[in-house]
């Protein structure tokens, strides 16, 4: 078997080999998928083939930047487009891929790399570990009464069902004393540039996301609202005008369907969850992407009224260079911390000593006792803050050589948020 780079003429075979893989066909688009293909970088692809030519796996990077704690920004390919035809299946073309592939992004530069996962048992073998989680909130309409914020003086608790209607108005309700922007409806054809802009700001102080390159709005790669399946928006801006957040839906057999709420700060997430909780002639409202620990279920009236499902893993990372990944990300606690760290499928096994001071890491190799055992994916998994090391500890994944350890580490890898990651490849 032979795995080699593709270049722009390879296109055809490669879309219609990733589509074999799926059981799908490239003439129709993958629902909510939309044309994810158009997106390809063929300079970032790889085919695996048969001693006679033949294609029969797939695997390819999108050049993606990650938000890692502290607002930092790096870059993070976004392994995509994984598939190996179901005659090859359980013969290793997907392990020779996943292996050229590292490889090449190591000698890139590349100190991670990301990918989401078709089905969980996959990619830990091969040094990927789920880092972020997301969830689906369904909200009876009429259980959709947000809570007056005790913190902030609010002067109006808004009603369920309350009528926003069409066109723009000033937010009632949700922090009025601060907040006194307003919301408009558009369709999604009319705002693809307020859509990037905001997403763009979002994502630059929100852990774990990933950028949108302008390609994707471009092509209108993706899922919706980057998709061309219509849909309306309501659109959010400040006092000034300045749109900063938005919240793409549809509706459906009296479900309403909110596909993401981008807001840049919490008081306009809350404008848009009430004015889409205030949306008539629909029974239930459900959230798409919505992070464990986000405050929208605290911002109900009920607490109750939200129902959680669809609860998963989203953004899996694998570390390819240990110290510059710990010392990329920004820290909120200064200590020190010894890690063991394997990595089987590279053969690799190095000991580092972690020391953060003054909210700066520094990670060299070490002869000390371990604190902790892990696995890089493991590592991998707590790396974003979105995982406890306690848990992975108290599954027994992740050993802690003494007292205190696994404390110390959830406290130090914790950070500012919740990690969250809600684009789709
Ligand atoms: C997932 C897929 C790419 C695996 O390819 P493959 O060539 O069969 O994988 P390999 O032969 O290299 O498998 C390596 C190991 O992973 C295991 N494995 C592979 N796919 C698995 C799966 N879906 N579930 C559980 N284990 C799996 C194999 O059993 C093997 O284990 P072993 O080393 O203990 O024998 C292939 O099944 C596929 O194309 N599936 C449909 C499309 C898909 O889901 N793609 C992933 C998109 S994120």
Redo the contacts with the bound molecule.
């Keep these: 078997m032979e795995i080699r780079p593709t270049t722009d003429r390879d296109l055809d075979v490669f879309v219609d080999t990733v589509h074999a893989?799926?059981g799908r066909f490239p003439e129709t688009p993958i629902e909510g998928g939309g044309l994810w293909w158009s997106a390809l970088e063929m300079d970032r692809c790889l085919l695996a083939l048969t001693a006679d030519g033949r294609p029969v796996?797939t695997a390819a990077t999108h050049a993606f930047e990650l938000t890692l704690p502290g607002e930092t920004l790096v870059p993070a390919p976004g392994v995509t487009a994984?598939?190996?035809l179901p005659s090859?299946?359980?013969?290793?073309?997907?392990?020779?891929m996943m292996r050229h592939q590292l490889t090449e992004l190591r000698a890139r530069g590349e100190f991670l790399s990301v990918?989401?996962?078709?089905?969980a048992?996959?990619y830990g073998?091969f040094g990927y570990g789920p880092a972020t989680y997301t969830a689906r909130l369904t909200v009876p309409r009429h259980q959709a009464a947000l809570a007056v914020p005790r913190a902030r003086g609010v002067v109006h608790a808004p009603a369920a069902g309350s009528d926003q209607g069409w066109g723009q108005g000033p937010d009632q309700g949700w922090d009025q004393g601060s907040n006194d922007g307003s919301v408009e409806v558009l369709r999604r054809a009319e705002c693809g540039e307020i859509l990037e802009d905001v997403y763009d700001r979002y994502r630059r102080a929100q852990p774990g996301a990933l950028s949108r390159p302008h390609r994707w709005w471009a092509l209108r790669a993706g899922q919706p609202p980057i998709s061309p399946a219509p849909r309306y928006v309501a659109v959010h801006r400040d006092a000034d005008g300045v749109p900063d957040g938005y919240a793409s839906y549809s509706t459906e057999s009296g479900t309403l369907t909110v596909d993401e709420t981008i807001a840049t700060d919490d008081a306009v997430f809350a404008a848009l969850a009430r004015f889409v909780l205030g949306h008539d002639l629909v029974s239930q409202v459900v959230f798409q992407h919505v992070p464990p620990g986000h405050p929208l279920r605290w911002q109900l009236a009920d607490f109750r009224a939200g129902e959680v499902s669809g609860d998963m893993d989203w953004l899996w990372v694998r570390l390819l260079d240990v110290p510059r990944a710990l010392t990329a990300r920004g820290w909120f606690l200064d200590g020190e911390l010894v890690l063991d760290i394997h990595d089987p499928f590279l053969g690799e096994h190095d000991r580092y000593l972690l020391t953060v001071q003054d909210s700066k890491a520094d990670c060299v190799p070490t002869d000390r006792d371990p604190d902790l055992s892990l696995d890089i994916s493991d590592l991998g998994s707590v790396y974003l803050g979105g995982t406890a090391p306690s848990t992975l500890v108290r599954a027994g994944h992740i050993r802690a050589h003494r007292p205190g350890a696994a404390t110390l580490a959830d406290a130090l890898f914790r950070a500012e948020r919740s990690p969250h990651c809600l684009h789709w490849f």
Aim: aromatic residues 4%.
């Design positions: 893989a799926f796996g994984v598939g190996v090859h299946r359980r013969q290793g073309v997907l392990s020779a990918l989401l996962a078709s089905e048992p996959i073998r």
